[in-house]
């Protein structure tokens, strides 16, 4: 079975959606974002503060590429927000398996992300609320998310 990519904004349920799915299909689960701290054994704010987003995003592209190496008989992999910035990661994805994005309405978002802001696992990407974030996020990458 090939690989089944999840992507979406954040609090859009690639994980929770991903676990469930892995389960049913029988599949081995894996998040991107969960590789990624592992093996940095730095939070994303320490990796943002040290390196810039550049830095993390490219952590972030080796993490994709890893995490699918792990996994040649198929999984379901959860990716982190910003992984379809990189059009490389886009394009893996697609040519790797089967790419879903799973999107939900802005104000569902924001009580998932108010409710459990996980601050060091999520921090703020333009500096704004948290509702005016993720318009401006979903703005910007809805593109790459249905183009991926």
């Given amino acids: 079975m ?6 979406g904004p954040r609090a859009s349920g690639k994980t929770t959606v991903g676990r469930a799915l892995a389960q049913r299909l029988a599949l081995p689960f894996a998040d991107t974002d969960h590789y990624l701290l592992e093996n940095a054994g730095q939070t994303v704010a320490q990796i943002v503060a040290a390196e810039g987003w550049s830095g993390f995003r490219l952590r972030e592209s080796h993490a994709l590429r890893a995490v699918a190496a792990r996994y040649p008989q198929g999984a379901v992999i959860a990716t982190g927000g910003g992984m379809v910035l990189d059009e490389q990661n886009r394009a893996f994805m697609r040519s790797q398996g089967h790419v879903f994005y799973l999107s939900a309405p802005v104000e569902a978002l924001v009580a998932r992300l108010s409710s459990n802001p996980l601050t060091a696992q ?3 990407l333009t500096g704004g609320g948290i509702a005016d974030e993720i318009r401006q996020v979903l703005e910007e990458r809805l593109p ?3 183009q991926t």
């Fill in 2 to 7: 090939p690989l089944i990519f999840l992507v």
């Fill in 144 to 146: 790459l998310y249905q």
């Fill in 122 to 124: 999520r921090p703020s």
